[in-house]
């Protein structure tokens, strides 16, 4: 039994067992540099997409969460022609002061003041005293006048580069809680890469185009008030703005400030000269106000009455050749609402007519039809393309009856590029007038 049990043992001992040994997959360098390669290269793109993600919905969330308050539009104030003295007015005020001195002293005293008049000799004091009222009244003026200078870079033959630059004169017609707008002629500020701004007190910063228009060749310009110190924003002021419409202006005294004279803060003193002239622009009925104040052919600044309000923008292009350097200004009435499109940034309709108002005696006499009287049509303009042609009478515009080329370019003013407006015209015809419908996509008259 011993024996067998032994042998189970050894049988149990001589049993071999199969041994399996598990060995690593050899690394495969190829594939883990292909595999990196692959994930750095998407790793990029993810980047790249969430990069343009960002640029393209950060204004969006910003706006959402960071809105910025748009600047206050800009209202230009009602003419207020209370302050302003026409001749007739001064004269008229002059009789009722001496009405009232007459009437104080017509008694005891009223020899005794003719004798003193006629025996007062006025001398050079009184003359300083004078001059020294306009000055006061000039440099408040000259407070909302500045130097706009346009800055560009150029090349000379030798590859050199150099900056150029020219200045005007430019107004400060109005301001609100973040930019003060400035009217500037358009030529001054041309191709230029950077436009600077000298105020009143000597304080420079740069500006950025607001519109232009290009029918006056005018331009608004604006800079920020936080550009500015407290000290240069409580010196500079916003014009007052007159009025060229009231009344005969021919004999009015005025001054010339800006750059009259060619140089930068000349002031001139003079008469009004004439004020009927128009200037034949066209989509417009600009009047131009002519002084005898001998100046230069490249002038700017502002005609200023003598109570300090601007009743014109001077501009030297419209003059005569014959009075080539008698300054010259667009009367400001009819600027206003140029200004205010201008500062807006609103762009304006351009229909391109020239036209008049026919008086009614001569309506009546010629049997006209009342209306806007087309004299011509710029080339290529809106007007010329629908078929306006010389002669014509407008009659009405999308209904509204238009009785006068005032009320024309009022209703003009009041529409915008690419609207498409229906007019009414009357054509002389071999017997009579032929009214004519027509539709005419109106373009702009404006650009950055």
Known sequence: MASSTDENKNKLADTGFISEKIKQRPINRKKLLRRTAITFFLAIIFGIVACFTFLLLQPVFSDQLYPEAEPEAISLPEENVQNELTPEEMIAVEHEIAAEEAEIFE??????????????????????KMMASLKQVSTEVSRSIVTVTALSSDTNWFSESFESSGSSSGVIIATNVSYYYIAVPAAAITDAETIRVTFFDGAVSTAEV????????????????TSLTETTRSKVATSSLGSSNSGSLTGLPVMAVGSPLGTQGSIAYGIITSEKTALGLEDSYYKLLTTDIYGSKTGSGVIANLSGQ????????????????????????????LFEDLSNGRDRAYLGIHGATIPNDIQISMNIPAGAYITTTEL???????????????TSINGTEISSYEQLVSKLAGCAPDDVISVTVLRQGPNDYVELDIDITLSSATHN
């Open 380 to 394: 290529n303009s809106p007007a010329m393309m629908a078929g306006i042609q010389s002669g014509d009478i407008i």
């Open 310 to 337: 601007v009743i014109g923008i001077i501009d030297m292009s419209y003059n005569k050749s014959d009075l080539e350097n008698h300054i010259c200004a667009i009367g400001i009435t009819e600027l206003k609402s």
């Open 107 to 128: 008694s005891a005293q009223k020899d005794q003041i003719d004798e003193a008049i006629a025996s007062y000799s006025f001398d050079a004091s009184d003359y300083s």
């Open 210 to 225: 607001s519109l232009t228009d290009d029918v006056t060749g005018l331009s608004v310009i604006s800079v920020s008030r």
